[in-house]
């Protein structure tokens, strides 16, 4: 079951984005920004963010809900990623207004069905997780990555 918890952002901080005509589409292009995001971050700071396990967890993450967004929820109409030294934080928008659930994995006779496993593997992922209903119509969901172990 899903439980909504919503984090306090004042410590976290935007990274710049590169520039991209209509921002992220793909799993491949939000990837490939969260990796922007935690190479500028490490850039500026002396510490490390995080072990290659961590940063695969966001990546994952990140993919996750910008798969999902393209399959259940009309395409990606927004995505963001902030972090500050203890977390990553990605938001990814969609068309839809119906708030994600378990998948059925079984169809009407029994057989497994592939898919499904990508909402069960954010919430496991992520410390939380929060969805919005955006005025425009749409949702967005933000998961917050811990970039470290507890």
């Not at 410590?11 to 984005?17: E, G, L, Q």
């Not at 059925?104 to 593997?121: L, S, T, V, Y």
Request: charged share 30%; net charge neutral; hydrophobic share 35%.
């Amino acid at each position: 079951m899903l439980r909504e918890h919503r984090t306090s952002v004042t410590d976290a901080a935007a990274v710049p984005s590169r520039p991209t005509p209509s921002g992220p589409r793909s799993p491949a292009e939000v990837r490939e920004e969260v990796r922007y995001a935690l190479a500028e971050a490490r850039r500026s700071r002396r510490e490390a963010l995080g072990g290659d396990e961590i940063i695969c967890d966001a990546l994952l993450v990140a993919s996750e809900l910008t798969t999902n967004a393209m399959l259940h929820g009309g395409g990606v109409t927004g995505f963001e990623v902030t972090l500050d030294d203890q977390e990553v934080r990605l938001s990814v928008s969609d068309r839809s207004e119906q708030f994600p659930g378990p998948a059925r994995h079984g169809d009407e006779r029994g057989f497994m069905r592939p898919g499904g496993h990508g909402w069960p593997i954010v919430c496991r992922l992520a410390r939380d997780i929060t969805i919005s209903e955006l005025r425009a119509g749409g949702k967005r969901i933000t998961a917050v990555v811990p970039l470290r172990h507890c």
